[in-house]
């Protein structure tokens, strides 16, 4: 079997820490600017820009601690 043993579960705490990532992300870049940045302004932004790096570092982690743990045929490993 291939892909994610546990692809809901990681879904779901992905997604949640995304929407974290994104509301953290609107608070940095509405100090550098100085004034409130709307929420589809910082999400396109971050999507634009940090979504890969975001991504690779959640499932960094993600894999660490996970159920499946070395049954996983796509558990990630270091670069």
């Known amino acids: 079997m291939s892909g994610c043993q546990n692809f809901c579960a990681f ?5 949640e820490g995304l929407q974290a990532a994104i509301a953290d992300y609107r608070c940095i870049l509405s100090r550098q600017v100085g004034m409130e940045i709307g929420k589809e302004t910082a999400k396109q932004d971050f999507l ?3 979504l890969g790096t ?3 570092q959640f499932r960094r982690q993600y894999c ?4 499946a743990g070395t049954r996983c045929t796509i558990r990630c490993r270091p670069e």
């Not at 879904?11 to 997604?15: K, P, S």
Request: glycine content about 0%; some cysteine.
């Open 11 to 15: 879904m779901a705490a992905e997604r």
């Open 48 to 50: 634009d820009h940090l």
């Open 54 to 56: 975001f991504s690779l």
């Open 64 to 67: 660490k601690s996970c159920p």
